[in-house]
């Protein structure tokens, strides 16, 4: 569940360190600070439209025989392992079983106070502990619903895989491919606009750090990590929100 | 007016806070709903399940069908 405190967290300061977690200085001799601050309405829709330009580009690059991201990503499972095909088949599967659990999976209403109370308008306190219980077994019972559909859907994959040839599973992997791989690259691409975005060399958020994400892209490693690392542990995620 | 330090207009507000606020103002109008056409919590974070569950509730669909021009009463008409 997301805390209302983490919801309500949503700026830090960096002060950027070397491979050798040592102060990265500025060009007075004081800290390089980074004052990072959760993006707005406005620059998340941008960097939702950049990341899928980026993973259309992929899909259509992979989709096209000529280009070095299908020889590279499809065209070597034309000779892959049964052992590779599968993961691969299964990597693909499973990034849509969770979406489509909570798409599936009923989420029961929360019990109210009138199903335990005796007199709902003034629970007794004993009461109050109860409907407390019983919405946390409900939440319970709810997520392992979610984990048991998630299972069955990775058996009936094991059992169709069971009953095909490696020819066939070679072609299923090829085409599980050309839908993971825009997939990644569409959450890299994402998580990247969302962090160039939310950096600033002031505490007023006024000076960007950067100018664009190919700025940040060319800013060395140890830099890139420190922000991304930082930046995902400020941002919540939605399903948290709504929970 | 200033939100915050460094917030200086709602488009600032960051992301996850309007989003939060957003969805917590539409589960209280649906709340508003007179009990037995409030949608399930189920379909709060479901906007397509949820348009075909108003939509059943409120005959939204009947009420289309019934405003077909076959039915329209000459009687009304100038």
């Known amino acids: 569940m997301g ?45 939702y439209a950049e990341a899928r330009v980026a993973s259309s580009n992929k899909r259509a690059a992979l989709r096209d025989p000529e280009t070095n991201d299908y020889r590279m990503e499809v065209g070597i499972f034309e000779d892959a392992s049964e052992e590779e095909c599968v993961e691969a088949i299964r990597a693909a599967q499973a990034a849509n079983w969770t979406q489509q659990a909570m798409s599936n999976v009923v ?17 007794t306190l004993e009461e109050q ?31 169709t895989l069971s009953d095909m040839t490696l020819a066939q599973k070679r072609e299923l992997a090829k085409g599980a491919m050309t839908n993971i791989q825009p ?6 691409t994402l998580t990247i606009e969302k ?12 000076i960007r750090s950067f ?25 919540v995620e939605e399903d948290k929100v709504k929970n | 007016m200033a939100l915050a330090k460094g917030l200086g207009s709602a488009d600032d507000l960051p992301h996850t806070i309007s989003q939060a606020i957003a ?5 209280d109008s649906l709340n508003e709903l007179p009990e037995d056409k409030r ?30 021009y076959t039915e329209i009463d000459l009687e009304d008409v100038e």
Request: glycine fraction near 2%.
């Open chain 1, 211 to 235: 100018d664009s994400a190919q700025d940040f892209k060319d800013t060395v490693d140890v830099i890139q990590k420190q922000l991304l690392e930082a930046y995902s542990n400020l941002e």
């Open chain 1, 107 to 123: 989420r029961p209403d929360e019990v109210e106070i009138e199903a335990i109370a005796a007199d709902p308008d003034a629970p």
């Open chain 1, 183 to 188: 997939l990644y690259m569409f959450m890299q």
């Open chain 2, 23 to 27: 969805y917590r103002m539409k589960i």
């Open chain 1, 129 to 159: 502990e109860k409907l407390d219980i019983a919405n946390k077994e409900q939440d319970q019972k709810y997520l392992e619903e979610i984990q048991a559909y998630t299972l069955q859907k990775n058996k009936e994959l094991e059992d």
């Open chain 2, 39 to 68: 949608p399930p919590r189920d379909l709060w974070g479901k906007p397509y399940k949820l348009k075909l569950w108003l939509d059943d509730v409120f005959n939204i669909e009947k009420d289309r069908k019934g405003k077909d």
């Open chain 1, 195 to 206: 962090v160039w975005r939310s950096c600033w060399d002031d505490p007023t958020f006024k």
């Open chain 1, 3 to 47: 805390s209302l405190s983490s919801l309500l967290r949503w700026k830090k300061t960096i002060e950027l360190v070397d491979q050798n977690k040592k102060p990265i200085l500025d060009a007075d001799g004081k800290p390089k600070k980074v004052y990072m601050r959760i993006i707005g309405d406005q620059d998340l829709k941008e960097a």
